[in-house]
């Protein structure tokens, strides 16, 4: 069986997730490949011709309909939340005029016309079934990891703070550093040297990330930077920290939960409800949150 899916290639979770699904399927001995239907050069475009699924992680190029040789099947894979597919289609329908993207469209779309619709999350399949009639109804299948190389890593010695507590989610609102940026000098208060360490925060948002950081006092107790790791360093990153701390709203896990995870290193702290993680805290008042997580790290 010859699978092709088509995904952004951008470095994303989206794009990460298509990744290791395509060699998870090479590993089970199945012809996969990955290729990006944004590709305006078309020059790979071809390999795809032949495939007796087309798996969409977000797009596909209607352009190659004429070009395949086998009936079209489509697996569509529900990436975000139903909850930031709504939010993202409501702002960029408000602020980007007409011709804007529209991702909630775009996921009726493919729940009405995909021959499969796949989702890792039974809160989210819950949603989607109910947008669907019960002959069509998403299938839930498990996110996984490579675990033999996330356990792999070694650490490159301990990371600045006691505790040291790290961050690295894309930060989109569904799970950006908001909430903990905010708590986080109730905690340094408390914990002298507790120190936050908190990558991939874009360029982009600095301008208004510095100013709240620092009128909080969180920046002087805290290393926020831009900079993203690889997934060779970034197993070792996660076994040189006291705590991973990814706070992914609703309590959804997500790819990132399941290295930290897998690498047995630093314990994970999330909003409650992710099945994955070490500890919950209770995603709303940040008062609340702060005492939750102080209690947690003193071991209580």
């Not at 309909?65 to 408000?94: C, N, Y």
């Not at 991702?103 to 809160?123: C, G, N, S, V």
Request: overall charge negative.
């Amino acid at each position: 069986m010859k699978i092709c899916h088509w995904s952004l290639t951008n470095g994303s979770g989206l794009h990460r997730v298509a990744e290791s699904a395509v060699a998870s399927e090479k590993l089970l001995g199945l012809d996969s490949l990955l290729l990006n239907p944004n590709d305006g050069l078309k020059t790979d475009w071809e390999q795809s011709y032949d495939a007796d699924v087309h798996v969409v992680h977000a797009h596909f190029p209607h352009a190659i309909d004429k070009f395949l040789t086998k009936p079209k099947r489509i697996a569509w894979v529900a990436h975000g939340t139903p909850d930031h597919v709504f939010q993202s289609a409501v702002e960029m329908g408000q602020n980007n005029g007409y011709g804007h993207a529209d991702p909630l469209q775009a996921m009726q779309h493919w729940l009405k016309e995909a021959d499969a619709r796949i989702t890792f999350w039974p809160r989210h399949k819950w949603i989607y079934d109910r947008m669907q009639p019960r002959s069509a109804p998403t299938d839930l299948v498990p996110l996984g990891v490579d675990k033999a190389f996330w356990a792999a890593g070694t650490s490159r010695g301990k990371y600045a703070g006691s505790p040291s507590v790290f961050t690295a989610e894309n930060p989109h609102y569904i799970k950006w550093p908001y909430d903990l940026f905010t708590l986080w000098p109730e905690i340094a208060d408390a914990l002298d040297d507790a120190t936050l360490h908190a990558c991939y925060v874009p360029r982009d948002i600095h301008r208004w990330v510095f100013p709240w950081c620092n009128a909080l006092g969180t920046s002087w107790r805290a290393h926020i930077s831009p900079i993203t790791f690889g997934h060779d360093e970034l197993r070792n990153v996660f076994k040189s920290v006291d705590w991973y701390c990814g706070l992914v709203r609703y309590g959804d896990f997500n790819h990132t939960a399941l290295q930290v995870a897998a690498t047995g290193g630093a314990p994970l702290i999330s909003y409650r409800g992710n099945p994955y993680a070490d500890f919950w805290i209770t995603e709303g008042d940040q008062r609340e949150m702060a005492r939750e997580l102080l209690a947690i790290m003193k071991g209580e």
